[in-house]
């Protein structure tokens, strides 16, 4: 993997780009196995280094004829997870690991010290999917006033909602609030025993791929739910993590993980509570991988060896097909090797005739990728089988059974794996629903103007269509919903969709705006009912989180364009960053470069642009509109 990444960064983009120049087919090949690489670079937490393979793969993107939008978007989301998880190691913690242990998806969560009987089957009156992905039973203790759940909405993506007993029923579901609500998926909601902290796992927030965990407190004083923080590394992954609980005795925090897992199965992480967590920055990718991987302390009082295992053919049958796990595991990592040179060998081949011979086999050797790979899937979930034989028994197995790095110490002593069990099918009266408008950003068959046209104090991001000197009509909104109408000084109408409580939600929905006809719609900010910059808003919600800021520099060429000179300068010290051109619609020219981790090293390129030309420069926060400046 160290020396695939090396070679990406030693040959850049257009190295490739000028061999396959014209040959849409090729360019559409080498950005689709870049993304993979990067996916790859991704997962073992080698974020600068996907970052730099996504941006090549975007690269290759853009010289097709015919670049697809929906892949691009796709590209350009990797890009900023790949940045949120370079940012994020710097602020990781390292908890103590008491166990962990893999169960099967279908029942972990009986496994948690929680109340017997608290789990009931879905489908049922507050969630009406079956078992839905990751999320297979809905927590309702029978002693509790109040029942905290997500369960899909219209467009099936699944939002937290509450309902607490009053009187004779429960009340109708509502949500727990726009600021816990990203619009991509948040489930297995839990309180923390004094109920004044909320944890949850969404794909939507500022995150790194999949299901992270993240944190949010009551604000009794506003009484609504603050924006969600990412717990961060170990907690969170570009696996999926969910399912974060704290023991009632306060010694415990335990999650669900299928990192390094198969589908149907996940590790419970089970670690020493921590009240006032250190944080640590953790920039080495090995470390990071090492830290991630969640490690067990182990008792030295305790140590087995390979002979405490029962010789019997259940044993026999899984060591034989972890045996066969592991050695197609081998044989990808060789032939991804084998890639790896013959990728080394055509980028600085000469010979045309010999450089053809090498692109055949490299084609033949990706397509052979899928194929071992789908024999490993299969491979895994017979080795699953047994598992499962194991723990109808009641054994838990350890996955390094057999393997030859020798035997482990077992867990250390203070906490028992002891399976719960389920509660009755839920069966409770529910009140029907209040018909309240809703102000979750969709796009439906409709469009809908919002039922109160004004906006929640606070920061507030929307998406703006367009603007028109006539009154829109329910055709002109294109099934946008809840769309804002307002005017102008000069009296035009403008129009814009959502309201969101981040930038981040408010940048994810763009490109679903866009799709819908309005090519130029841009994010806009208001703050308290009233228009400010997004760099300004941008700026006031990271003081209120812990999110980091970014920065870009923003350059317009009085002459309309750069320089040659000037713009090989600013690759140079703009090394590893996106350098965009854009277009105002005034028909202003704009480079943008960055992002930037460290507002030096952009003021240090501004001073170099601004010394060695007349351009207008700045610096800005990363994601600012130039409609907004």
Not at 135 to 141: D, E, G, H, K, T
Not at 267 to 291: G, K, N, Q, R, T
Request: some cysteine; glycine content about 6%.
């Amino acid at each position: 993997m160290g020396r695939f990444s090396c070679f990406f960064k030693m040959i850049p983009a257009f190295v490739l780009c000028f061999s396959f120049a014209g040959n849409a087919y090729a360019q559409t090949h080498i950005a689709d196995s870049l993304v993979r690489l990067g996916d790859s670079l991704h997962r073992a937490y080698r974020f600068a280094e996907a970052h730099g393979t996504y941006l090549e793969a975007l690269g290759h993107m853009s010289q097709r004829d015919s670049t697809d939008s929906s892949a691009v978007f796709s590209v350009n989301e990797r890009i900023l997870m790949a940045e949120n998880g370079r940012n994020m190691a710097r602020f990781a913690r390292k908890p103590k690991v008491i166990d962990r242990r893999r169960f099967s998806l279908e029942d972990f969560f009986l496994y948690y010290p929680l109340e017997d009987r608290s789990w009931r089957s879905i489908p049922n009156q507050l969630d009406s999917s079956a078992s839905d992905g990751l999320v297979r039973a809905l927590y309702a203790p029978e002693w509790d006033d109040a029942i905290l759940f997500s369960a899909p909405d219209g467009k099936g993506v699944r939002n937290i909602c509450l309902t607490e007993f009053e009187d004779t029923v429960w009340t109708a579901p509502v949500p727990a609030g726009e600021a816990v609500t990203s619009g991509s998926g948040e489930i297995y909601p839990m309180f923390s025993p004094d109920r004044k902290t909320m944890y949850f796992a969404s794909q939507g927030f500022y995150g790194i791929g999949g299901y992270d965990l993240y944190m949010s407190d009551w604000d009794a004083e506003k009484g609504e739910w603050t924006a969600p923080r990412n717990m961060g590394f170990p907690y969170s992954s570009p696996a999926d993590d969910f399912l974060f609980v704290n023991s009632e005795d306060g010694q415990y925090s335990l999650f669900a993980s299928n990192r390094e897992c198969s589908r149907d199965s996940v590790f419970v992480y089970v670690l020493e509570y921590e009240e006032y967590p250190v944080h640590v920055p953790v920039e080495e990718p090995d470390s990071l991988l090492a830290l991630s991987r969640l490690e067990p302390l182990r008792s030295k009082a305790s140590r087995r060896d390979d002979t405490d295992f029962p010789d019997n053919d259940l044993t026999r049958k899984y060591m034989e097909r972890m045996a066969r796990v592991r050695s197609l595991r081998d044989s990808i990592s060789d032939l991804s090797f084998s890639l790896e040179e013959l990728r080394t060998e055509y980028a600085f081949g000469n010979d045309a005739e010999e450089r053809s011979a090498i692109t055949d086999r490299i084609l033949r050797l990706e397509s052979e990728l899928p194929r071992l790979q789908d024999v490993l899937d299969r491979a895994n979930v017979d080795l699953r089988d047994v598992e499962m034989e194991f723990l109808k028994k009641g054994v838990f197995i350890d996955p390094d059974l057999g393997d030859d790095s020798g035997s482990e110490d077992s867990p250390m002593d203070g906490y028992e794996f002891r399976r719960r069990s389920a509660g009755a099918p839920l069966d409770i009266e529910v009140a029907g629903p209040e018909e309240k408008f809703d102000y979750t950003f969709m796009v439906l068959e409709e469009g809908r103007l919002a039922e109160d046209q004004s906006l929640p104090q606070g920061v507030v991001y929307q998406i703006q269509m367009y603007g028109s000197a006539k009154k829109a009509s329910v055709k002109d909104l294109r099934g946008l919903s809840p769309v804002y109408e307002s005017r102008s000084p000069s009296g035009l109408y403008i129009y814009r969709a959502g309201r969101f409580a981040s930038f981040a939600q408010a940048a994810a929905s763009v490109e679903a705006v866009r799709r819908q006809g309005f090519r130029s719609a841009y994010v806009t900010a208001c703050v308290d009912g009233k228009d400010v910059p997004v760099s300004k808003a941008r700026a006031i919600e990271a003081s209120r989180s812990s999110a980091p800021l970014l920065y870009q520099v923003r350059i317009e060429p009085v002459s309309g364009e750069l320089d040659p000179s000037l713009a090989a300068g600013i690759v140079e010290r703009a090394s590893g960053k996106d350098i965009a051109r854009t277009e105002t619609e005034e028909g202003i020219v704009i480079f943008m470069a960055g992002p930037f981790n460290d507002k030096a090293a952009a003021d240090a390129l501004a001073a170099f642009v601004s010394e060695s030309s007349d351009c207008n420069v700045s610096v800005e926060l990363f994601g600012s509109e130039l409609t907004n400046k």
